[in-house]
């Protein structure tokens, strides 16, 4: 059974910065798309970024372009997500989530495989 474990959440003060990290033993990063999802309080669950697999571009929710960034570090099959000038506005839960398409889909029911989501939670 995949898992993916997700870590790096915690309080951070409004305008500061946190990285996440999400790592796997049980698929090949390097052919899967990765994403991030996350669910605020009392909100439905929504896309943050998506980064394909095989050349396709990386993209980004238009709340988060310019601030998050994603990166892949495919020899230790985990994915990060660098969140920058974090805003009280990005308290959420998030999830990383992979699927085995080439494409990145910005739709949760796109993605095969989830974790269990790590908090961030951020004061003004």
């Known amino acids: 059974q995949v898992q993916l474990v997700e870590s790096g959440g915690r309080l951070v003060q409004a305008g500061g910065s946190l990285r996440l990290s999400c790592a796997t033993s049980?698929?090949?990063?390097?052919?899967?798309?990765m994403g991030w999802f996350r669910q605020g309080p009392g909100k439905e669950r929504e896309f943050v970024v998506g980064?394909?697999?095989?050349?396709?571009?990386?993209v980004y929710a238009d709340y988060v372009k310019g601030r998050f960034t994603i990166s892949r570090d495919n020899a230790k099959n985990t994915v990060y997500l660098q969140m920058n000038s974090l805003k009280p506005d990005d308290t959420a839960v998030y999830y990383c989530?992979?699927?085995?398409?080439?494409?990145?889909?910005?739709?949760?029911?796109?993605?095969?495989?989830w974790g269990q989501g790590t908090q961030v939670t951020v004061s003004s």
């Open positions: 049980e698929l090949t990063m390097s052919r899967h798309t």
């Open positions: 980064s394909p697999w095989g050349g396709s571009e990386t």
């Open positions: 989530a992979a699927r085995r398409g080439m494409l990145a889909r910005t739709t949760a029911g796109d993605y095969d495989y």
